[in-house]
Every structure is written in C-alpha cells, then in structure tokens.
Nanobody
C-alpha cells in the first residue's frame, strides 16, 4: 500500500503558474505509474496527466498539453510526482488529486485504473 499527500495548491491569477507535488510513502514508489486528475465543482473527476513508473513516458489531456508538465523523482529522499502548471486560466480551477496505479508500465487515463488516491489540493485561478 502507498499513501499519497498532495501540496502546492493555492490561489493564482490567470496566466500564472503553480507546481503541485504529491509525496508518496509506504511501498516502493517506483512500483507505480502515477497520474493527476482534477474535479471542478459540479463536474466529474477528469484525467489531467499520467507518467509511467520510470518517468520515460507521459501523456496529457488536450487542455493540459503544452501548459502542464508531469514529472517524478524516484529517489528515496523524494518519492514525489510533480505537476508543473503554466498559463493557468479560470477553467483550471478544481481540486487536483494524484493517484498511483499498479499498472506501472502503462499511461493510465481512467480513474478505475488507479489503486490509491491522495486527499486533493485546491487550485483556484482568478480572472
């Protein structure tokens, strides 16, 4: 089992940037593919970005591609996945969740493919 804790959310003006972090503890972090999802008020949770266990492959939803970057640090000291978000706009306002999948070699884009979830961090983008 792995425990996930997100941080780095907050309030930012449109056009600004934020970097979200998701620290993992428990089982070996590199056993898992990782992903970021978000959920806006009144909407379903949606996929944002995914990364394989090694970090060699990534995938983004269309709205995130070119603005967001997912990365990971598998060293024992970090065990963290990041989401760098640039050129933010009000439509990016949501609670952002990180998730871990046992399907380590895959770019998992569906929430059902993930086995562990963090508690979420709020991102609010003002216009």
């Amino acid at each position: 089992q792995v425990q996930l804790v997100e941080s780095g959310g907050g309030l930012v003006q449109a056009g600004g940037s934020l970097r979200l972090s998701c620290a993992a503890s428990g089982r070996t972090f590199s056993r898992y593919a990782m992903g970021w999802f978000r959920q806006a008020p009144g909407k379903e949770r949606e996929f944002v970005a995914a990364i394989t266990w090694s970090g060699s492959s990534t995938h983004y939803t269309d709205s995130a591609r070119g603005r967001f970057t997912i990365s990971r640090d598998n060293t024992r000291a970090k065990n963290t996945v990041y989401l760098q978000m640039n050129s933010l706009n009000p439509e990016d306002t949501a609670v952002y969740y990180c998730a871990a999948s046992n399907r380590a070699a895959y770019l998992n884009i569906h929430s059902r493919e993930y086995d562990y979830w963090g508690q979420g961090t709020q991102v609010t983008v003002s216009s």
